[in-house]
T-cell receptor, first 116, second 113 residues
Framework: SAVISQKPSRDICQRGTSLTIQCQVD?????MFWYRQQPGQSLTLIAT?????????ESGFVIDKFPISRPNLTFSTLTVSNMSPEDSSIYLC?????????????FGPGTRLTVL | DQQVKQNSPSLSVQEGRISILNCDYT??????FLWYKKYPAEGPTFLIS?????DKNEDGRFTVFLNKSAKHLSLHIVPSQPGDSAVYFC????????????FGTGTRLKVLA
């Protein structure tokens, strides 16, 4: 298993500003993932963050808007840049592990972002 | 296009009875499926998974059924307990180990005492 913490847990921001969300894992993992859950929507994968390489972004998400850092095997940050009210969401990081013959993704508690 | 669908946004069940949560998918290439439970202010927690080589997987009170021909899976909780009240997400991937999961929109289960 993996224990994941995120900072901040929530924030209210003004449009046009940027917010950096931190994700800390209690063990070393190769791949970390960032998801977004907009109100009433499903969890949508933003990008996959590998240590030592550029993040891989999903369709509809770009590095300029959501820059990601992965400085080591236990930590990652996601920045939401030049925010607008449409960015109001819960942002979650997760890690993937292999145990007992199947994959399991562990999620952090999420960061609830409100953009005014 | 929503590839994984949970058509019931909410469900209420009496304590002790069976809860059945449904999930449909459109991509026939999906062959690994998971269920997650999410409490408010917490991240989703893995419950149970199933691969396409099975049609049923059981873990305690939780059983997942997969009908590949119908592209349908369901989660059964028996007996339901008030602590099961949460939002349940199904997710699908192309195979165990591909890491990329497509999530449904969730079903809010309320178990009434």
């Amino acid at each position: 298993s993996a224990v994941i913490s995120q900072k901040p847990s929530r924030d209210i921001c003004q449009r046009g500003t940027s917010l950096t969300i931190q994700c800390q894992v209690d063990s070393q993992v190769t791949m970390m993932f960032w998801y977004r859950q907009q109100p009433g929507q499903s969890l949508t994968l933003i990008a996959t963050a590998n240590q030592g390489s550029e993040a891989t972004y999903e369709s509809g998400f770009v590095i300029d808007k959501f820059p990601i850092s992965r400085p080591n095997l236990t930590f990652s940050t996601l920045t939401v840049s030049n925010m607008s009210p449409e960015d109001s969401s819960i942002y979650l990081c997760s890690v993937d592990t292999w145990a007992s013959g199947y994959n399991e993704q562990f999620f952090g508690p999420g960061t609830r972002l409100t953009v005014l | 296009d929503q590839q994984v669908k949970q058509n019931s946004p909410s469900l209420s069940v009496q304590e002790g009875r069976i809860s059945i949560l449904n999930c449909d998918y459109t991509n026939s290439m999906f062959d690994y499926f998971l269920w997650y439970k999410k409490y408010p202010a917490e991240g989703p927690t893995f419950l149970i998974s199933i691969s396409s080589i099975k049609d049923k997987n059981e873990d305690g009170r939780f059983t997942v059924f997969l009908n590949k021909s119908a592209k349908h899976l369901s989660l059964h909780i028996v007996p339901s307990q008030p602590g099961d009240s949460a939002v349940y997400f199904c997710a699908a991937s192309l195979a165990s180990g591909t890491y990329k999961y497509i999530f449904g929109t969730g079903t809010r289960l309320k178990v009434l005492a």
